[in-house]
């Protein structure tokens, strides 16, 4: 088990440099000058030529590469804001909780209501049931999460006054309406994988065994159907963890939360480039990260990668002692 955690562990580290060549690469090569930006448009070709030499942009561009990859990997250091000069990493380490409990709280509203929606489905399948989950799934696809936050704003916000429109002065009451808004994708993802996966499931000849014994009907879809069901279902927990962390940009943007996607917009709008790529390397060694959780869990619902480990390890074992008696 601890080799499955080590190999997984190791395979983060091609990913994380990975993303950082690609952003520094494609901040790098992006059409206009950034000193250009941040001085106006009244500014002199002297004040231009300095700016651009105080921001390192006349260096050749594997060395800008190489110097900012040993401040990130060896110094720790994601530099600072070119525009207000505030340290990158003390700004994140503020702004990123906003960001995961927003996540978060998406993320338990789609499986709480789409686990239940997927079962449901997929046991009463091609009845009303059926139709009526599969019906809301598509709905979910469908909306654009920006015009449902707009509308919740309206009804909510505006007409009835329970929940503030905007900001996070209220706690965790100032989250409930861009969850809302955020989770209906991944809900109806999440109802729809649930269903697929549940439906290969109970099919299987161990669940009509467990009807034949007698067991309740309600053991079996829980304990013996949906655990073995759940793999496709933790793989989408994970990459839906990443792209809702990447993605609550539009949420946060339309409910003014102070979080990681409007810190990265408003940096892409004024060519912040350290703050892009901070706030980009930032968010893959998370995202990587939630991908280890996810294969832990997977070493903790499938029996056979354990099994899988164990095996080769009573092999090298074996291979061991066999070695020993032909040296002796």
Not at 260 to 287: H, K, S
């Amino acid at each position: 088990m601890l080799k499955y955690v080590i190999n997984r562990i190791i395979w983060m580290v091609p990913i994380v440099l990975g993303v950082t060549i690609l952003i520094f690469t494609m901040m790098t090569f992006c059409p206009g000058n950034p000193a250009e930006i941040i001085l106006g448009s009244t500014a002199t070709e002297a004040d231009l030529m300095a700016k651009t030499e105080e921001l390192g942009l006349n260096r050749p561009f594997l060395i800008r590469l190489g110097t900012y990859m040993a401040d990130v990997f060896v110094h720790h250091d994601l530099g600072v804001s070119w525009i207000t000069k505030i340290d990158i990493v003390s700004t994140i380490v503020e702004r990123l909780p906003r960001t995961l409990v927003l996540t978060l709280i998406t993320l338990f509203i789609s499986f709480g209501l789409g686990i239940p929606l997927g079962i449901m489905a997929a046991t009463h399948q091609n009845r009303w049931q059926d139709s009526a989950s599969m019906f809301l799934a598509l709905c979910g696809v469908a909306i654009p999460n920006f015009w449902l936050a707009l509308m919740l704003v309206l009804v909510f916000s505006v007409n009835l006054g329970w929940l503030p429109p905007m900001g996070i002065d209220q706690g965790l009451k100032s989250y409930i309406l861009p969850a809302i808004s955020g989770c209906m994708g991944a809900l109806a993802s999440c109802a729809r994988q649930t269903r697929s996966s549940m439906l290969d499931v109970i099919r299987a000849d161990y669940i009509t065994t467990a009807r034949s014994k007698g067991v309740a009907e309600r053991m079996v879809i829980l304990r013996h159907a949906l655990k073995n069901a759940l793999i496709p279902i933790i793989t989408m927990f994970g990459t839906t963890f990443g792209a809702l962390l990447g993605g609550m940009m539009i949420i946060e943007t339309v409910f003014s939360i102070p979080g990681m996607g409007t810190y990265i917009i408003g940096a892409v709008n004024n060519r912040d480039y350290p703050i892009v790529q901070g706030g980009t390397i930032f968010l893959a060694i998370t995202f990587s990260l939630c991908m280890l959780a996810v294969d832990l869990l997977y070493a903790a619902v499938d029996p056979r990668i354990k099994a899988q480990y164990a095996s080769n390890k009573r092999k090298q074992m074996k291979k061991a002692v066999k070695e020993d008696r032909q040296n002796g």
